[in-house]
């Protein structure tokens, strides 16, 4: 389970990104204004309302949930998607996180300016 700023453009562009790619459907997506995604965090002891990362929930639900964030989120997700996208995550991973964690924080900082803010989550269709 991706969860993701759901009123950010940027973050909005990768969930469509993966929706497109995911061609097992493996990934669901919650938005961090949801209250599920309150839950989550607050069980990993993490702050809810703090919206400057994406996080991939790891078997959500059960004793072996975990979270994955920032670049090691990302890179995740992108191994999950298969062909070309696992290849480049292995290439990205061999650059050490403390650098991808620095570089996908300053993306953070600026994506409402860049990508825009959205005044309300788009609602999914029913394909998705």
């Known amino acids: 389970m991706i969860l993701y700023d759901g009123v950010c453009g940027l973050c909005n562009h990768f969930v469509r990104f993966v929706l497109r790619r995911d061609l097992r459907s493996s990934y669901r997506f919650c938005a961090l204004q949801d209250p599920l995604a309150a839950g989550i965090l607050a069980r990993h002891g993490l702050n809810p309302d703090s919206m400057n990362t994406v996080y ?51 993306v953070a900082r600026v994506r409402y300016r860049f990508f825009g803010r959205l005044a309300a989550c788009p609602l999914p269709s029913p394909a998705e």
């Open 56 to 106: 991939l929930v790891m078997h959500p639900f059960s004793r072996g949930e975990r979270l994955l964030l920032r670049s090691d989120a990302a890179l995740a997700v992108l191994s999950g998607l298969g062909a070309g996208w696992t290849f480049l995550a292995r290439l990205l991973r061999l650059v050490p996180r403390r650098l991808r964690d620095f570089a996908y924080g300053i």
